[in-house]
């Protein structure tokens, strides 16, 4: 019975996320507040699951975890992409190297691509009568986002599902030879569903490694259902197809590689995952603990082998629009930093979070355990999505395997509060759900430590600091091995 009421709560969870995805439509500001019902309804499901899960047998647990993962995922497949435009942009960079064509030599409303263009990508235009009576061309569609853009060539009006269309990609070249890989499977004409199936397959396939690695190590195998079943990776990682998953994947890949003393492979699956979305970076200091030197100079040799074909097409244009999207971002001026700036000026937020995030990772880098990297990634990727607050919660996806491998329940507060930023546009309130994120991980950190909390960190933080001075230099090395 245990098994079985469990079993129902996360089909709920599938039931839920299917109804959403085939009945809302794309997410615009008529539908905010459903959207917001519907995202409740779904957490309410997977904490229910999840509190069931607790009382399931051992026996059941690994089949009762991956048939949920299969049946949540299956769920998130029965519709479009609903939150975000960029599997546009993804299909449409696919199409275009299956062409030969580097996407990032050309615009999406290039007139030299014409041809390629289509017509899910590209619907066509519809007219309109002006009040004074001209014929107009309008851009729109009722359940999806469409913009406008012109032809380089002709001038002509372009209607496309891709965002930005008049600049050219911003994503390093691991994705776009996974864009390109998916594409040339499936040919041009065929819609989202190539990328959302292949989303689907990472997240069941991540849910077994999880497995696996949570049984080896004596852990709770309950724990992969963070992942398996988290309505965040359902939703960005398969119906919206966000290439933020391969690189979590490959994060996930590269930190059990070092953890298993495969330090070269674990480097290559690192660079792979920076040259898919570059913040993947944020995972290197837990893995850097002995023998740093075999991780990073396998990353960088695989970074800057990725790019070297598209390097060798297109030159220096291989870096898009990531310096316009900074500075839209407004991560230049720190205009961007929606925590950090409620308490400091904007032109202080940026060195304030480098310096922030310089400490995080050299207290990481000094404290993770060499077989064990799991708890120093979570805190390392949570202290940036905090401190950066990124608007979009797909960013998060890098975060939500680490609380898996640790148990950590509490760090899925910090998705949550993106996923606030992502749904409701007012600054206090996204200031709000940062704040108690923050204070929900601090409450159940001290929980979790027990009595004599603050003593036992008092004693640690001490220690930490005459370690750091003392690979710094700034401190004699027999000091330091005292305290150790």
């Not at 990609?169 to 594409?183: K, Q």
Request: proline share 7%.
């Amino acid at each position: 019975m245990r098994t079985l009421f469990a079993a129902v709560a996360v089909t709920g969870l599938a039931a839920s996320v299917a109804w959403g995805v085939l009945e809302l439509g794309f997410l615009r500001e008529e539908l905010r507040a459903s959207y917001v019902v519907w995202t409740a309804v779904c957490w309410a499901f997977f904490v229910v699951a999840l509190l069931l899960l607790r009382r399931v047998p051992a026996r059941a647990v690994t089949a009762l975890v991956l048939a949920g993962t299969a049946l949540v995922g299956g769920a998130a497949l029965v519709g479009d992409p609903n939150t975000s435009t960029d599997p546009a942009r993804y299909a449409w960079d696919g199409i275009v190297q299956v062409n030969g064509v580097s996407p990032y030599a050309h615009t999406p409303d290039s007139g030299e691509l014409r041809d390629l263009r289509p017509d899910w990508i590209f619907p066509e235009s519809a007219p309109f009568t002006r009040d004074d009576g001209t014929i107009g061309e309008r851009c729109s569609q009722p359940d999806r986002q469409i913009h406008r853009a012109y032809d380089t060539e002709t001038g002509d009006v372009v209607c496309t599902a891709i965002n930005r269309p008049e600049v050219p990609t911003i994503y390093p070249p691991a994705a776009e030879l996974y864009f390109a890989g998916v594409r040339a499977l499936v040919g041009p004409e065929v819609g989202f569903f190539p990328l959302q199936l292949t989303g689907a397959l990472l997240v069941f396939g991540t849910t077994v490694a999880l497995v696996v690695t949570l049984r080896r190590r004596g852990l709770d195998p309950r724990w992969a259902a963070l992942w398996g079943w988290c309505p965040l990776v359902v939703g960005e990682g398969i119906t919206n197809s966000h290439v933020d998953l391969l690189g979590a994947v490959l994060v996930v890949a590269a930190t059990l590689l070092v953890a298993t003393g495969r330090r070269w492979r674990g480097g290559i699956a690192l660079g792979a995952a920076v040259a898919t979305k570059l913040i993947p970076a944020i995972a290197a200091p837990a893995l850097l603990r002995r023998q740093p030197a075999k991780v990073v100079v396998a990353s960088i040799v695989t970074f800057a082998l990725l790019y070297v074909p598209y390097v060798a097409t297109t030159g220096w244009q291989v870096l898009g629009y990531l310096p316009g999207y900074l500075t839209e971002e407004g991560y230049e001026d720190g205009s961007r930093f929606v925590f950090m700036s409620a308490f400091l000026p904007d032109a202080w937020t940026t060195p304030v979070v480098a310096l922030l995030l310089a400490v995080t990772a050299a207290l990481v880098w000094v404290k993770t355990p060499v077989d064990s990297p799991w708890l120093g990634q979570l805190v390392m990727i949570g202290v940036v999505l905090v401190a950066v607050s990124p608007r979009y919660p797909w960013y998060a996806l890098l975060l939500v395997p680490f609380v898996a491998l640790t148990g950590r329940w509490e760090w899925l507060a910090i998705p949550l509060a993106l996923l606030v930023r992502q749904l409701e546009p007012y600054m206090a309130l996204q200031r709000a759900s940062l704040a108690t994120a923050v204070l929900v991980i601090l409450l159940v950190s001290i929980w979790r430590a027990g009595p004599g909390w603050s003593e036992r960190l008092g004693d640690v933080v001490v220690a930490d600091v005459r370690r750091v001075r003392r690979i710094v230099g700034r401190r004699p090395a027999r000091t330091a091995a005292t305290v150790d």
